[in-house]
């Protein structure tokens, strides 16, 4: 179960599908939503740059567009703040807060030709990940989003997680099951290889494994086409992301139509 959620936000359009997804999901869960925003101490705050959360829940019909902001957490059990990080540095400012405040989930939006963001990019992605070991949501410009953000409908029903011995996906299933289970999406796991793992589900029953032929990154997307989210596990033992450079999980970053969930193993 998700019991708080961190966005964190550089104010651009790109960001829109990322906000909406942790909005949504925070709606979904009645949890606290963190946004946050790093700026450099000579630069002064600008609160009115942070996504509007009135307008989105107005949007979608969950709030009066003129409701007092407490109602957001009083009616809806949504508990939102806008939080401005002053550093010079993005890894450390954001970092320093996760550490601090532990959310259960961190919702990012990458964008550029490399599908990667200044809040993904290089050491920065690096960086948070080694210190924090939390699931993240990664929302590219050009994958299909689970949530609708004019309508904020959700359609969540079809997760697809690469499945491989090492690193050992045990824990990253109970991470997601953890996390994602009260929206009861149907999960397929898929191994590229001759001889798919056995592994047990949460309730103890053999996990829904396809063994799959091709090249690692092409299969995935492939079986990914019809689904509203890849699920990947990733090793944490060399920093979270480490995949992140040049491995397999930023090639299917770089090319999947559908967001990404990077797991702790």
């Known amino acids: 179960m998700i019991s708080r959620i961190a966005h964190p936000t550089d104010f651009s359009p790109e960001g829109a599908s990322a906000?909406?997804?942790?909005?949504?999901?925070?709606?979904?869960?009645?949890?606290?939503?963190?946004?946050?925003h790093v700026r450099p101490p000579s630069v002064k705050e600008n609160w009115f740059q942070f996504p509007h959360v009135?307008?989105?829940?107005?949007?979608?019909?969950?709030?009066?567009?003129?409701?007092?902001?407490?109602?957001?957490?009083?009616?809806?059990?949504?508990?939102?703040k806008k939080i401005e990080i002053e550093h010079l540095d993005p890894v450390g400012g954001i970092s320093r807060f996760l550490l601090s405040?532990?959310?259960?989930?961190?919702?990012?939006?990458t964008h550029g030709p490399t599908g990667l963001t200044r809040w993904v990019s290089g050491s920065v992605a690096e960086g948070i990940a080694r210190e924090t070991h939390i699931p993240t949501l990664f929302l590219g410009p050009s994958t299909r989003p689970f949530v609708d953000p004019q309508s904020g409908a959700m359609g969540l029903n079809k997760i697809v997680v690469p499945l491989a011995r090492d690193p050992s996906p045990r824990r990253a299933l109970h991470t997601m099951n953890t996390l994602l289970d009260p929206l009861n999406p149907?999960?397929?796991?898929?191994?590229?290889g001759d001889t798919a793992p056995w592994i047990l589900d949460e309730t103890g029953d053999l996990l829904d494994v396809k063994l799959v032929q091709g090249p690692v990154v092409e299969t995935i997307l492939e079986a990914a086409e019809t689904a509203d989210l890849i699920a990947m596990p990733t090793?944490?033992?060399?920093?979270?992301l480490d995949a992140l450079r040049g491995s397999t999980t930023e090639q299917v970053l770089r090319q999947a139509r559908c967001p990404l969930l990077a797991l702790p193993a």
């Open 186 to 192: 149907y999960i397929r796991g898929i191994h590229i």
């Open 235 to 240: 090793d944490g033992r060399h920093g979270f």
């Open 101 to 109: 405040h532990r959310p259960d989930l961190i919702v990012l939006a």
């Open 19 to 36: 906000f909406a997804h942790a909005l949504r999901l925070a709606l979904e869960f009645r949890c606290q939503l963190d946004l946050l």
């Open 54 to 80: 009135r307008e989105a829940l107005a949007r979608w019909g969950v709030l009066e567009l003129d409701a007092p902001i407490g109602a957001i957490e009083a009616q809806l059990g949504v508990a939102v």
